[in-house]
């Protein structure tokens, strides 16, 4: 049942739904006795501290949902006494769970059964509709409770149940009462893990007792994000959707740090931002730009608003050419992941000298603000581009550092046409590397569907070499790369040698994804590592699934020496974020592994452990702001992945 969301609190009728026959009879006869009930063999449900039965109501016959604790400490009880506490204070809101009956001890309680959760209705809430209807219905369920104090600091779609075709908010087991009102601040103590990883907002791991209404509205950011992606969000990482209304209101709904000014202070603002978005009259984009340019609290939006309209060479010649330096470097401040997304709609617009100027003072600034990421896609249109030659030669030969390798990721694709710098004798080694590489054989379609070529092979271990070290036989694994099947033998075609790194940040490529990468540094005994640039591995592919299509930009791998076949790999995607979706898509739908060990059999949010081969278990791993996909493998039976993860993935 739809909710209008013009309505007031004060405008819901005094019989709701779940007020009405069967729930009605469960409250009336309510008692708060176990016996009253008869609960399933098996539970429907598990957490932490409690479980969730379906059970029958004797007495009625009703069916309901029985939650009660199963750990036995003080923190656990005072959260289920919470839980009810708001449940039976909120629970007139037709958009809240209510609790129908409990125990006096506090141990369990019972409310309606649900049809579903949100995550249970994943396919359906990518509907813009559908996930319109949600999240208004949280933020009405919130409204109220924002009023007065209370934070549920664990929204997630797990706790978000459908009730007679309604959403309703649930469990507020870890939910935070108005201040003042707290019963012991030291459970939510600075420091600790609190929340969902992915879902809880950034300032939940500083100080959870502190927080207030607007960690609720990024953890509704974050469902928005996860429902438009498909995607588990990673902790204090934004998930945001295709360019659109919907990623405006996921931009500031999960802003922090320097730009937690911009997220909606409860839920009836991010009710409010729904509604401007989603509701706003027409206006062009061009007229909308002019707006927001005119007054200097909304000027950042720029960037995002491009974004969502696109190559469009008359917003691009009308709004983003005129734009000054000073201009241009504020909006790369404020949002340079948007910066990105123009940066890629700019290389399908004509080729113009007038372009090229312009993308060359927006790597220049990016180099300056040490927006790295920003400057490797500013690269990669600006040596596409090629406009004015001359221009792009000498600011190619001007590049150090950093900046260099930033630059040199994006020359892989383009090496053939500056193979004249050569000469230079102040280009940087870095460049000057991937100029003289050997070229490769294959092609792909780049963003903008014109050829540039690499080799798209695959790797496999197939084998091991035995060195000598510290007077031990030690076997290493070789990793090779080959043309044919990744399931399919052949002739090894590159070994690791004794001269390439040990440390997987030195294989990275770009330096973002070194210090992505920087924490498997510490792993005491990698013998090798190697870089295979731009050839497929972290592509989506693997041996017991069919090849993919999509190419990481970078791909880093490096190897175990021990015997059970230890791998880390990453995959970074910096062309088309399809391609890095397609790919997290294919590992995330993959089997589960069939024995995995000790805590892969229950991993994390966010994590998934799989089938790789016969022979070889894998954990997967991602980040969206990054467009990075992390892989673990192993064939030993005694090593646990997710341990490994926990331990060294920073």
């Known amino acids: ?90 629970g007139s809101h037709p958009h809240v769970m209510p609790v129908l009956d409990a125990d006096t001890q506090n141990s369990w309680f019972v409310m309606p059964l649900a049809e579903a959760t949100a995550s249970t209705q994943a396919d359906e809430l990518a509907d813009p509709d559908r996930l319109r209807e949600l999240v208004t219905a949280v933020c009405l369920a919130l409204r109220e409770p924002h009023r007065l104090g209370w934070v549920h600091r664990d929204l997630k779609p797990d706790n978000i149940l459908l009730l007679d075709g309604r959403w309703t908010v649930a469990d507020w087991g870890l939910g935070r009462r108005p201040r003042g009102q707290t019963s012991d601040p030291r459970r939510t103590a600075a420091g600790t893990q609190f929340g969902t990883l992915g879902f809880a907002a950034p300032e939940m791991s500083v100080n959870a007792h502190e927080i207030g209404p607007q960690a609720d509205v990024y953890s509704i950011g974050q469902i928005i994000g996860w429902a438009l992606t498909g995607q588990w969000p990673q902790a204090n990482i934004p998930l945001l959707p295709e360019p659109g209304p919907w990623r405006r209101i996921v931009q500031d709904a999960t802003a922090f740090g320097n730009n937690e000014h911009r997220r909606p202070a409860d839920a009836e603002a991010l009710l409010t931002l729904v509604a401007a978005e989603l509701d706003a009259p027409t206006e062009s984009p061009i007229d909308r730009a002019k707006r927001l340019l005119a007054d200097p609290n909304t000027a950042g939006a720029l960037l995002g608003l491009a974004a969502d309209v696109g190559p469009d060479r008359d917003f691009f010649n009308q709004v983003l050419l005129p734009l000054d330096e000073e201009q241009l470097r504020t909006a790369l401040m404020t949002d340079p992941a948007s910066a990105q997304q123009v940066l890629q709609a700019v290389r399908a617009l004509p080729d113009e000298d007038s372009t090229g100027i312009w993308l060359l003072t927006v790597a220049r600034i990016a180099e300056s603000l040490a927006e790295w990421d920003v400057l490797r896609e500013a690269a990669e249109s600006v040596l596409r581009l090629n406009r004015p030659e001359d221009d792009v030669r000498s600011w190619l030969t001007s590049l150090t550092g950093d900046a260099a390798s930033a630059a040199a990721a994006a020359l892989r694709g383009y090496a053939a046409d500056y193979q004249d710098l050569l000469g230079a004798s102040d280009l940087d080694d870095r460049i000057a590397k991937v100029l003289r590489a050997k070229p490769r054989a294959g092609s792909v379609e780049d963003a903008r569907g014109e050829s540039i070529w690499w080799s798209r092979r695959r790797w496999r271990l197939v084998g091991a070499a035995t060195i000598t070290a510290a007077a031990a036989a030690i076997t290493i694994p070789i990793v090779l790369n080959e043309t044919s099947n990744p399931t399919t033998p052949s002739n090894p075609g590159a070994t690791s040698s004794a ?79 399809r391609d890095y979706n397609d790919a997290v898509a294919r590992y995330r739908s993959a089997p589960r592994a069939q024995n995995a060990v000790k805590s892969e059999a229950s991993p994390p949010d966010g994590l998934h452990v799989f089938q790789w081969s016969a022979t070889h278990r894998a954990l997967m791993w991602f980040s969206q702001d990054r467009r990075t996909i992390g892989i673990l493998t192993t064939k030993s039976p005694n090593r646990d992945l997710v341990e490994n993860w926990q331990k060294y993935q920073r």
Request: net charge positive.
């Open 1 to 90: 049942m739809a909710v209008d969301s013009s309505a007031s609190d004060s405008d819901a009728p005094e019989r709701l739904p779940h007020d009405d026959p069967p729930y009605e009879q469960v409250r009336h006869a309510a008692r708060g006795q176990r016996k009253d009930y008869k609960l399933d063999r098996t539970p429907m449900a598990r957490g932490g501290q409690a479980v969730v039965f379906r059970a029958l109501h004797k007495s009625t016959q009703v069916p309901v949902a029985f939650k009660k604790l199963v750990a036995d400490n003080r923190s656990a009880v005072a959260r289920m006494r919470r839980e009810i506490e708001a449940s039976r204070k909120f």
């Open 499 to 577: 001269n390439e790194p040990r440390l997987p940040s030195k294989v990275a490529g770009t330096p973002q994804l070194a210090s992505y990468v920087s924490g498997w540094d510490q792993y005491p005994t990698w013998k090798s590592c190697t870089t295979n640039n731009k050839d497929a591995t972290v592509d989506g592919t693997f041996p017991a699934a069919a090849p993919a299509q999509a190419l990481p930009a970078n791909v880093t791998f490096s190897c175990d020496a021990g015997e059970d076949v230890f791998t880390v790999m990453f995959g970074e995607y910096t062309v088309r974020v």
